[in-house]
């Protein structure tokens, strides 16, 4: 038990749509990292939240964005999803500051599945 | 593009034997290195965390890191069946976690 939820745990879209994946960090985590995980592949770094601002982005396009709030939740939003966006979106929260991987708590991930 | 390689077995080890697991990264300027343990349908776990040249001990895992030939490495001593999951290298690159696809170890009673 990571402390560390996320919601909803399965979703299915169509192309087009817009999504809105949910995660509640643990009290004290002010990071927040999000990473989507192809099936067969390793986790790929989409950004990172410290005290609500983004702190950095990997290799994703900006139909991908997220918010951070004061009570240790966040979101991630895609718009105009696309059939390569299915995959498992998960977000991890730890202690550090900007930057900080030293060790990830992982929410258990949501299903995104787009048809 | 930076990288972090493994492969992608599946490694089988039998039950009580040590499996061996390795990752190539590309970024010289790297400092952290982390193994997860991933169970199928499940979310990553921290095993080991490395930050120097050597070896580190902890239980039945060792992490060996190797900055000079960029290569990572876990061993798993006196194997169990529960260890059976895919093994992800990440690497912290300028600030993010830069993983590799993950070794799928299966380990035999």
């Known amino acids: 038990e990571t402390g560390v939820t996320q919601s909803p745990t399965h979703l299915i879209k169509t192309r087009g749509q817009q999504v809105t994946l949910r995660c509640s960090s643990q009290s004290g985590h002010n990071t927040v990292s999000w990473y989507q995980q192809a099936l067969g592949q390793g986790p790929q770094f989409i950004f990172q939240?410290?005290?609500?601002?983004?702190?950095g982005r990997g290799n994703f396009p900006p139909r991908f964005s997220g918010l951070q709030f004061p009570n240790y939740s966040s979101e991630l939003n895609v718009n105009a999803l696309e059939l390569d966006d299915s995959a498992l979106y998960l977000c991890a929260s730890s202690l550090g500051g900007p930057g900080a991987n030293e060790k990830l708590f992982f929410g258990s991930g949501t299903q995104l599945s787009v048809l | 593009q930076k990288e972090v390689e493994q492969n992608s077995g599946p490694l089988s080890v039998p039950e009580g034997a040590i499996a061996s697991l390795n990752c190539t990264y590309s970024?010289?300027?790297?400092?952290?290195f982390f193994w997860y343990r991933q169970y199928s349908g499940k979310s990553p776990e921290l095993i080991m965390s490395?930050?120097s040249n050597g070896d580190k001990e902890d239980g039945r895992f060792t992490a060996q890191l190797n900055k000079a030939s960029q290569y990572v490495s876990l061993l798993i001593r006196d194997s169990q069946p529960s260890d059976s999951a895919t093994y992800l290298c990440?690497?912290?690159?300028?600030?993010?976690?830069?993983w590799g696809a993950g070794t799928k170890l299966i380990i035999k009673p």
């Open positions: 990440a690497v912290d690159s300028n600030y993010q976690l830069i």
């Open positions: 939240y410290y005290r609500e601002e983004e702190n």
């Open positions: 970024d010289r300027g790297s400092q952290s």
């Open positions: 490395i930050y």
